[in-house]
Structures are given as structure tokens and as C-alpha cells.
């Protein structure tokens, strides 16, 4: 496997259901990042790892709970969802690290999510 | 608050055309500006620019950043069917901590007609 890779890529879940997505980056890189892309809306940064360190929270509900094993792998952890929370979900990583100027994301395919 | 426009929000041309697209800002602590294109599901990069005034260029794609204004154009000539997409714009911004967050624009949706 090569890049940045997510699973499922695509899940439908009921409100009372708890579900995980699985992000991979094969890439060397220590930053990952969570995005909901919902329809006919910028693209909005949830949750930041740096070295494993969550360095962002943009006011995710906690109905989303990430975790970050490693510099490799990123999860986001789903439960009780509102059928408002049916998106698109992008993983990306980027270099990282302390003082990092260029730091271009490379991104998953997503996990298309719908909440019934 | 940091934003990223970017306008039309949809075009239509046929192909062989040259399109423009645009992208302006209101950010703090700029870093650089990306175009990605997303056509199915990831978006893809296309360019990172850092300095105002120096073109990139690949292929029939170009783009230009002007810091000065605040606004970057990605230029597509002799368009053609694939190059429909959407086009993102996003700045990326340094808060203080270790890693950059980017800031993306809604996009602009592009159709290519045969």
C-alpha cells in the first residue's frame, strides 16, 4: 500500500451504533489529520496529531473521539451520530514536526459516513 | 476569522477554452497557498505557492499568488473533459504550534463539455 489509505470506504450506521474509521499513512510522516466534507461546505478541519500529540480539537462534538496510536495510524471512534453528521470523512498527513514550514497534506479516499 | 474565498463557484466552458479561477483570503499567519483538484473522493495537490509573484507551472496549469492583494488565480488553457473537477483553494496558517492547519475555500465546481 502506498499514500494515505482509509477504511471502510463506505459505512451506514444507525444513531445507536458505535463505529470506528481506520486511517493509514505509509508516507514517513508525523502529522495526521481528520475532515468532514459535507455537501456545498468548505472542507472543516476536526482533529490535528502531531507526534502523536493531539495539537487541534475545532470543537468536534464528542460524539467523535479520536485516537493516534502511532505517527502511522489515526482513528475516529463514532457513537450515538445524528443523521446530520452523514459526510464524506477525509484522513490526511504532512511532514510535521517542530518548525515545519512546507507542510503540503496528502489526503485518503474518505469514508463516505450516512447516519440513518 | 481566517477565511478563503473562492468565486465563480461553478463553471461551464467547452473544450479547448482557458479558464481562471480564483481564490482570495483573509488569513494571519500565512504560510502558503495550495490548489488541490478533487474529482471523485481525495482532493489531489496541484501547486503550494509561497512567494507573490512567481508562476508555477505544469502542464497547461498555472497559478500565481499575490500577497500584496491577497488573492491567487489558477489558470487551465486548451481545457479539456478531464480537467472537470472541483478546485480547491486552501491557506495554510501557523498558530503557534507545531503543525500547520489549512483553511480550504468552498471550491469551484468545473465542467469541460466535449
Known amino acids: 500500500e502506498t499514500g494515505v489509505t482509509q477504511t471502510p470506504r463506505h459505512l451506514v450506521m444507525g444513531m445507536t451504533n458505535k463505529k470506528s474509521l481506520k486511517c493509514e499513512q505509509h508516507?514517513?510522516?508525523?502529522?495526521m489529520y481528520w475532515y468532514k466534507q459535507s455537501a456545498k461546505k468548505p472542507l472543516e478541519l476536526m482533529f490535528v496529531?502531531?507526534?502523536?500529540?493531539?495539537?487541534e480539537n475545532n470543537s468536534v462534538p464528542s460524539r467523535f473521539s479520536p485516537e493516534c496510536p502511532n505517527s502511522s495510524h489515526l482513528f475516529l471512534h463514532l457513537h450515538t451520530l445524528q443523521p446530520e453528521d452523514s459526510a464524506l470523512y477525509l484522513c490526511?498527513?504532512?511532514?510535521?514536526?517542530?518548525?515545519?514550514?512546507?507542510?503540503?497534506?496528502?489526503f485518503g479516499p474518505g469514508t463516505r459516513l450516512t447516519v440513518l | 476569522e481566517d477565511k478563503v474565498v473562492q468565486s465563480p463557484l461553478s463553471l461551464v466552458v467547452h473544450e479547448g477554452d482557458t479558464v481562471t479561477l480564483n481564490c482570495s483570503y483573509e488569513?494571519?499567519?500565512?504560510?502558503?497557498l495550495l490548489w488541490y483538484k478533487q474529482e471523485k473522493k481525495a482532493p489531489t495537490f496541484l501547486f503550494m505557492l509561497?512567494?507573490?509573484?512567481i508562476e508555477k507551472k505544469s502542464g497547461r496549469l498555472s497559478s500565481i499568488l499575490d500577497k500584496k492583494e491577497l488573492f491567487s488565480i489558477l489558470n487551465i488553457t486548451a481545457t479539456q473533459t478531464g480537467d472537470s473537477a472541483v478546485y480547491l483553494c486552501?491557506?495554510?496558517?501557523?498558530?503557534?504550534?507545531?503543525?500547520?492547519?489549512?483553511?480550504f475555500g468552498t471550491g469551484t465546481l468545473l465542467a469541460v463539455q466535449p
Open positions: 490526511a498527513s504532512s511532514q510535521g514536526g517542530w518548525l515545519a514550514t512546507y507542510n503540503e497534506q496528502f
Open positions: 496529531y502531531n507526534f502523536k500529540e493531539q495539537t
Open positions: 509561497t512567494s507573490s509573484g
Open positions: 486552501a491557506v495554510e496558517a501557523n498558530y503557534g504550534g507545531a503543525t500547520n492547519k489549512l483553511i
Open positions: 488569513v494571519t499567519n500565512f504560510r502558503s
Open positions: 508516507l514517513g510522516h508525523n502529522a
